[in-house]
Nanobody, 122 residues
Framework: QVQLVESGGGLVQAGGSLSLSCAAS????????MGWFRQAPGNEREFVAA????????TYADSAKGRFTISRDNAKNTVYLQMNSLKPEDTAVYYC???????????????WGQGTQVTVSS
């Protein structure tokens, strides 16, 4: 069973930065794509960023392009999301997930973590 544990959330002022981490218990972590999603109150969960197993292919939601950077360290079974120039509309619970199909298709992500709260004040 895959276990994902997110950390690094918190309260930050608009324009600030946060770095999220997601540690995976999956022994074959390095074989699979990973992604970050977020869900704000009253909204559906939405895609933020994804990275292929090797890190060679990366995709971002339009809202994240130019501000967020996804990366991974397969030796540590960890995926990261560096968030800069944060805006109040980035406030949400951020989740990581794994894509066992390696297609980076949003519909294929699963095995969600418990999430970490990010709050951006104006």
């Amino acid at each position: 069973q895959v276990q994902l544990v997110e950390s690094g959330g918190g309260l930050v002022q608009a324009g600030g930065s946060l770095s999220l981490s997601c540690a995976a218990s999956l022994s074959t972590f390095s074989r699979y794509a990973m992604g970050w999603f977020r869900q704000a109150p009253g909204n559906e969960r939405e895609f933020v960023a994804a990275i292929s197993w090797s890190g060679g292919r990366i995709t971002y939601a339009d809202s994240a392009k130019g501000r967020f950077t996804i990366s991974r360290d397969n030796a540590k079974n960890t995926v990261y999301l560096q968030m800069n120039s944060l805006k109040p509309e980035d406030t949400a619970v951020y989740y990581c997930a794994t894509d066992l199909t390696n297609t980076l298709s949003v519909a294929n992500f699963g095995f969600w973590g418990q999430g970490t709260q990010v709050t951006v004040s104006s």
